[in-house]
Nanobody, 117 residues
Framework: VQLQASGGGLVQAGDSLRLSCLAS????????MGWFRQAPGKEREFVAA??????IYADSVKGRFTISRDNAKNTVYLQMNSLEPEDTAVYYC?????????????WGQGTQVTVSS
């Protein structure tokens, strides 16, 4: 399974961005998918995930970020609203070939999100 993330960029605080992650594979609908991020000097952290059981979010992004998927396009999205400078990071999509979310098996290459104050 290959994952290709896109959609990052430089925005101002309060702006929105939508990240996309295109996955290979014929059974994408059975995958659980997620987003992680890594800020400079910090460890990679969980952001959001989507699976058959629903959606989960990190407390830091609840109410601002929304994860969704389009199985017909083999794509998972991360809509990010009300962006804050603290959201600056490299964002990675991740997935596993299971409808149940757990530790990812596959990782995308990352896309940079920079939020200026």
């Amino acid at each position: 399974v290959q994952l290709q993330a896109s959609g990052g960029g430089l925005v101002q605080a309060g702006d929105s961005l939508r990240l996309s992650c295109l996955a290979s594979g014929r059974t994408f609908r059975n995958y659980s998918m997620g987003w992680f991020r890594q800020a400079p000097g910090k460890e990679r952290e969980f952001v959001a995930a989507i699976s058959w059981s629903g959606k989960i979010y990190a407390d830091s992004v609840k109410g601002r970020f929304t994860i969704s998927r389009d199985n017909a396009k083999n794509t998972v999205y991360l809509q990010m609203n009300s962006l804050e400078p603290e959201d600056t990071a490299v964002y990675y999509c991740a997935g596993r070939r299971s409808p149940v979310w757990a530790a990812p098996e596959y990782w995308g290459q990352g896309t940079q999100v920079t939020v200026s104050s």
